[in-house]
């Protein structure tokens, strides 16, 4: 249930794009909460961060790929109530970053169309964000 007393955890996500138009999702490792499930790649904000810096962080130490700030592009906002935490969790698009992405935390991934997201279970925060892509790209 959400309400006044209730944790609020704020996680940044990211679209990552391809030259193909494709977007890359991990699939959250055996062990984690959520496991098994395929998210946009990213992670907490941590104390004094800007969203953008989270995520510059969270693409090197996940993906090990480079970008910056001005390559990132707000899109949408995700909300989501568990039962102990509410998440709120932006949406960024990243088509302009240096390097391949590689699975540097184990993790599997998979470069796919935007329509082709609905194929793949993901967390409740991150489904609403589909037709999102989808009118985007
Ligand atoms: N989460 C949901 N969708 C995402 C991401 C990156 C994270 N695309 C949720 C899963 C966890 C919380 O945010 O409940 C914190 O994520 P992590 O630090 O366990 O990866
Ligand atoms: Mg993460």
Known sequence: MSGPGQR??????CALVDSDGRILIAERPAGKALAGLWEFPGGKLEP???????LIREL????GIETKAACLAPLT???????????LMPLYVCRRYEGIAMPRE??????????????Y????????LIPH?????
Do not use: N
């Open 77 to 87: 906002f995700a909300s989501h109530s568990y039962d102990d935490f509410h998440l």
């Open 121 to 128: 279970p993901m967390p409740p925060a991150d489904e609403p």
């Open 8 to 13: 609020l955890l704020l996680v940044v996500a």
């Open 48 to 54: 004094g961060e800007t969203p953008e810096a989270t």
């Open 106 to 119: 184990g993790q599997r991934l998979k470069w796919v169309r935007p329509a082709q997201l609905r194929d």
């Open 60 to 63: 090197r130490e996940e993906l």
């Open 133 to 137: 892509l989808i009118e985007l790209l």
